[in-house]
C-alpha cells in the first residue's frame, strides 16, 4: 500500500562523498519534489519536477542535483556533501500543482548523516 | 516572500481534551491556501487539514478544526477529544496559487504535540 517509497531510510555517508537518495511512488502523479528538513526546522524545497520539467529552487546549492528518468522515480543527488548537509531529506508527490486538493503524498524521509 | 510562524515548539494535552495550535503568516499574495501536516515519530507526514483563503468558512475535518482569520493572518488548528494517536509534529504550511503555481509549501518550524494518557 505503500504510495511514496524512500530508500534507503537512513544513509551514512563521508565529507566529499557523492551520494545518491531515491525515491519512487506509485500514484502516477506528475509531480515530483524534494524537501531538505534539518534538525528542529522547517521542511524547505529544494527543487520539484513537473513531469521531465526541473524547477530550480533560487537558493538551492550547486551540490544538489536531481533526476527523474521516469515518472515513477526521482534521484537526488548530492555531489560533494558537506556536514551542513546532514539532515531529513523529504520526497513528496502531487497530481498537479494548482489547486488546495493536489495534495502533496510524503514519503517517510531518508536521513542523511555526514562523517 | 512568505513567511510562516509557529510560536509553540512544544506543547501537550491530555487525552479527551482539546488543544489549540497556533500559526500566523505574512504574505502580499491574494490567492493562497493553508494546510496543517502531522508528521508522527518516524513516519511520514500527512495532510490534516486545507483552507482555501477565498473562503470565510472555517474547515472542518472530523475531530480536526481550524480557526482562520484573514485580516489578521492566522490560521489555527483546533484538535477536540484528543487521542494519543494525535501525538506529532504539527507543520502549519502556506501555498499561494495562480499563474505559475509551482505547489510550492512554505513550512512552520512546527509544534511538537503529546497527548497524555
Known amino acids: 500500500d505503500a504510495m511514496v517509497i524512500q530508500n534507503p531510510r537512513y544513509q551514512v555517508t563521508q565529507f566529499g562523498k557523492p551520494v545518491t537518495l531515491s525515491c519512487s511512488q506509485t500514484l502516477n502523479h506528475n509531480v515530483m519534489y524534494w524537501y531538505q528538513q534539518k534538525s528542529s526546522q522547517a521542511p524547505k524545497l529544494l527543487f520539484h519536477y513537473y513531469d521531465k520539467d526541473f524547477n530550480n529552487e533560487a537558493d538551492t546549492p550547486d551540490n544538489f542535483q536531481s533526476r527523474r528518468p521516469n515518472t515513477s522515480f526521482c534521484f537526488l543527488d548530492i555531489r560533494s556533501p558537506g556536514l551542513g548537509d546532514a539532515a531529513m531529506y523529504l520526497c513528496?508527490?502531487?497530481?498537479?500543482?494548482?489547486?488546495?486538493?493536489?495534495?502533496?503524498?510524503f514519503g517517510p524521509g531518508t536521513r542523511l548523516t555526514v562523517l | 516572500a512568505q513567511t510562516v510562524t509557529q510560536s509553540q515548539p512544544e506543547m501537550s494535552v491530555q487525552e479527551a481534551e482539546t488543544v489549540t495550535l497556533s500559526c500566523t503568516y505574512d504574505?502580499?499574495?491574494?490567492?493562497?491556501?493553508l494546510f496543517w501536516y502531522k508528521q508522527p515519530p518516524s513516519r511520514q507526514m500527512i495532510l490534516v487539514i486545507r483552507?482555501?483563503?477565498?473562503?470565510?468558512q472555517n474547515a472542518t475535518e472530523n475531530r480536526f478544526s481550524v480557526n482562520f482569520q484573514k485580516a489578521a493572518k492566522s490560521f489555527s488548528l483546533k484538535i477536540s477529544d484528543s487521542q494519543l494517536g494525535d501525538t506529532a509534529m504539527y507543520f502549519c504550511?502556506?501555498?499561494?496559487?495562480?499563474?505559475?503555481?509551482?505547489?510550492?509549501?512554505?513550512f512552520g518550524q512546527g509544534t511538537t504535540l503529546q497527548v497524555k494518557p
Open positions: 504574505t502580499s499574495e491574494s490567492n493562497y491556501y
Open positions: 504550511a502556506f501555498m499561494k496559487y495562480g499563474s505559475g503555481n509551482t505547489g510550492k509549501l512554505i
Open positions: 483552507q482555501e483563503a477565498y473562503k470565510q
Open positions: 513528496a508527490t502531487s497530481r498537479d500543482t494548482g489547486y488546495s486538493t493536489d495534495t502533496q503524498y
